[in-house]
């Protein structure tokens, strides 16, 4: 009885499986897909080696202390890192006093409440606040830069696929189209107020490039301020404001991994032992 | 039950000999993980992944319990307070890690577990209550796994959401009116939010209760081995402790190393980059994917793509891909084969090996962008799932001819290992 259940309910799916199969396959035979000019002219991000990347990457707190000159310079006009706090800043290698004057000193200032009238005001930033963000709202953002909402930053390098490297991408990747879009598909594009820039899925971001000169950014540590170089170091900024504790991970890790390493040493030899007598 | 020749509880101290005549727990977790528990003494190294799951539920119960002590499910800072976990809480970041990577270990664990069960019939008589309330804790484990999947509320939380309870609307006549009733409002929501975060906390606890009646249902018959063949006497078996209790230490320390090399070293691999976006309704990311646990169920959902019958395409797919699990209830009766480890069944062997393929082909598929080549693809993976198990092992359960068995455990373990005099050592052990 259950056999028979079974090859009848086998039956019906396995039946709607293959007309499934016939219609898709006469479909792709009949409307084969179009190439489109984003899969042809998409590119894969370029590869970047940062000091955090494997197992045993360490931030460069002076690469992340420049990184954090370009957003403060360049970027900070139209992108938030509101997860991230100005104390957190210690973390990259600033002692207190120098958190507590980069607080005080941001331009923007954060929202508070006037204490005598009540009414919306603003005060100087302290360092356990975080990072205030450059526009009132959303509505304001977007009424800024041509109607594209500029996204936090703060998770930025895990929310995008290709992380750092996509982010570097982004930011050196401009480039004029590709004369061969305009052979192939005479229907694209690069609309009003977008910029061309392979690495985008669509092929078309709103932002400009905003890290476009050498010299934009005067590092004081002597570091040559290219336009990848600045890209690089901001880059390496915001893999940090993604992952603040990644050294504390790879630390514990390594003595996770090596206190394990030895515990299966130690459970393979009581296993070796108790089993010594029977055969199995 | 238990073999005649099992251990019995002996109190070595009075206190112990106090408490068990009064509640004879000590002596119930003797006899079932303990010296008085008598298991085959063949058994191999995918023996271990009971355990190994037993491990999983308490990693994924302990930091659970943790994180929720930190976490906010309202759907306004849901995602915030999953950040503060990671940047503010001591070792948060730790917990939320080992928690999302222990997910995806629990579910690795619990596939292995399932497929050694599969191969070597462990499902069949007399064990079909094991393997079905095993069956129960894994629909269990997916329903717990996709509602902790939407308290980040990021963009994938959300989304999937939106698919997964879209599967009711495909019910005729009621399903929309389900769907809402289900999710708290016409879209996921705080509503939705609040009733899985409390479904969460409550379903590993059933989850527990579940498996406690199924080493319950396995300690009836014992443990199968890789033979197959039912255990003769005494010499067939060790005492779980200290044998089984060695062999385990080993495979947990295992576990844990490649479960720490995940964690530490690659904590996003597995998951997707979407669901650090917070989410927003108004914006649909360019793929949606569930988690890889889900791919090959995903990929069954999306090879309906005909209105077969009248029956629509998407209902279809819904009914098959709840089919594709619930079938798992009637396997010890459609593999009416006598013969239980797939070692010697030749026929069954080769087919086995297929649908790894094809369930490794599955997943491959519902990970992919649903381009045509992935869905035919898919498609045709889809075809020998369902045709492997509701029309392929009712015919060879009856027409193969299975290889002899071995007369018992023992004579197998001295066939494999050219006959040794230590045997006679086991009883004085």
Redesign the interface.
Known sequence: M??FF??L???G?????????????S??ITEP?QPTVTEEFHKEPKPLSLASDG?FGKYDNQQLQRGFQVYKEVCAACHSID?VHFR?LEGIGYNKAEVKAIADQWVIEQPTINPDTGEASTRKNLPSDPFPRPFANDVAARAANNNALP?DL??IV????G?AAYIHSILTGYEKPDPEIAKKYPDFEVLEGLHYNPYF?SLAIAMAQQINSDGQVQYVDGTKPTIDQMSTDVTAFLVWT?E??LE???A???A??IF??I??FL??G??K???R???? | MSFPWANQYQPKNPVMRWVDERLPLPRLVYNAVGAGYPVPRNLNYFWNFGVLAGVALTIQIVTGIVLAMHYAANADIAFLSVEHIMRDVNAGWLLRYAHATGASMFFIVVYIHIFRGLYYGSYKAPREMVWLLGVVIFLLMMATAFMGYVLPWGQMSFWGAQVITGFFSAIPVVGESVRVWLLGGFAPGDASLNRFFSLHYLLPFVIAGVIILHIWALHIPGSSNPTGVDVKGEQDTVPFHPYYTAKDGVGVGVFLLVFAVILFFAPNYLGHSDNYIPANPLSTPAHIVPEWYFWPFYAILRAFTFNFLWIPAKLWGVLAMFASILLLFFLPWIDSSPVRSGKYRPTFRIFFGILILDILVLGWCGGSPATPGYVITGQIAAIYYFAHFLIILPIISRTERPRPLPNSITEAVLAKKGGSPADSTLAAE
Do not use: Q
């Open positions: 259950v056999r079974s090859w309910v086998g039956a799916f396995v039946g709607a499986l293959l007309f499934a199969l016939v219609s898709s396959i479909g792709l897909p197992p997860l957190d996204p703060s998770l895990k929310a995008r696929e992380g899925p993604a603040p504790k504390a991970r790879h514990a890790g390594m996770a991994v394990l390493l515990f299966c459970t393979w009581a296993y032992n108790v089993w007598n029977v055969e199995h």
